[in-house]
């Protein structure tokens, strides 16, 4: 799950970039992206990741937060991502 604030990404809708990656994204809008910060946390699985990972609600999984800053540090952009546990990457472009 990302969120993106509207009016900073308004050419993602409008040119239905939803697919590309966060590169073009920021490019296409105009950002200059500066720093990111990763955390990582375990937590209990709420419902709705449950229902998409197919795992049972209250089992323990990874929830990282990917928050993206431009070079004023300004926040632009948040990432929600959640695993299993299982090995995996996350790549930031």
Known sequence: MV???ELQYLPVLENH???ENFSKISEA???KVGKSFI???P???PPDVGEL???PAGAPI???QIEIYDTREKPTACEILYTRGKSG???LT
């Open 3 to 5: 969120y993106l604030p």
């Open 62 to 64: 990874l929830n990282f």
């Open 89 to 91: 990457k996350v790549q």
């Open 29 to 31: 809008c105009g950002i």
């Open 53 to 55: 990972l197919k795992i």
């Open 17 to 19: 970039m939803e697919e």
């Open 39 to 41: 955390s990582s946390e």
């Open 43 to 45: 937590v209990l699985c």
